[in-house]
Nanobody, 115 residues
């Protein structure tokens, strides 16, 4: 089993920044893709961004140019730098890790952006 520990999140004013991190530990075999999803109240969970082990990234159009995903393979950790946050970014953010084909989800962390 792989455990994911998420840190970061919180309350920020519009235009502000936050950084999330997600560290994987446990019986890790080979972590491939890592990423972040979010779920706003009353909405379905949506993809925010992913990053391959080699560093290839993919972003939702709504966050391009504002959010940056990165990872430290030695630490099995993925980060999400969020800048120019807007109220519509308010959601519970979940990290995602694929370990040799098995998906794992971290506990959600609340991000609230006030206007």
């Amino acid at each position: 089993q792989v455990q994911l520990v998420v840190s970061g999140g919180g309350l920020v004013q519009a235009g502000g920044s936050l950084r999330l991190s997600c560290a994987a530990s446990g019986s890790i075999f080979s972590i491939g893709a890592m990423g972040w999803y979010r779920q706003a109240p009353g909405k379905q969970r949506e993809l925010v961004t992913t990053i391959t082990r080699g560093g290839r990234t993919n972003y939702a159009d709504s966050v391009k140019g504002r959010f940056t995903i990165s990872r430290d393979n030695a630490k099995n950790t993925v980060y999400l730098e969020m800048n120019s946050l807007q109220p519509e970014d308010t959601a519970v953010y979940y990290c995602y890790v694929n370990d040799y084909g098995r998906p794992y989800w971290g506990q959600g962390t609340q991000v609230t952006v006030s206007s």
